[in-house]
Nanobody
Framework: QVQLVESGGGLVQPGGSLRLSCAVSDRFFSISAMAWYRQPPGKQRELVASISSGGSTNYVESVKGRFTISRDNAKNTVYLQMNSLKPEDTAVYYC????????WGQGTQVTVSS
């Protein structure tokens, strides 16, 4: 059973930065597209950013220019660098495959507040 372990969240002031990590226990990680999702309080989970096996990236409009998704296939890890954070970025962040999803991990809480 594949496990997803997200980390790196925390409390940050508006304008601050965080780097999220997601370790994936799948030997096929390097050939899988991956994505970061978030679920704000009281709202549905949404896709934030995705990265193909070849490194092509896509972002939801609200995070373009502020967030960067990347991957390290040698470490089976996908990252989300978040800069210029806003209060509306507050959410639990998850990683998963955008297609043929694994079971969800526990997520990591990101809170942007002064």
């Amino acid at each position: 059973q594949v496990q997803l372990v997200e980390s790196g969240g925390g409390l940050v002031q508006p304008g601050g930065s965080l780097r999220l990590s997601c370790a994936v226990s799948d030997r096929f990680f390097s050939i899988s597209a991956m994505a970061w999702y978030r679920q704000p309080p009281g709202k549905q989970r949404e896709l934030v950013a995705s990265i193909s096996s070849g490194g092509s990236t896509n972002y939801v409009e609200s995070v373009k220019g502020r967030f960067t998704i990347s991957r390290d296939n040698a470490k089976n890890t996908v990252y989300l660098q978040m800069n210029s954070l806003k209060p509306e970025d507050t959410a639990v962040y998850y990683c998963n495959r955008p297609a043929f999803a694994y079971g969800w991990g526990q997520g990591t809480q990101v809170t942007v507040s002064s």
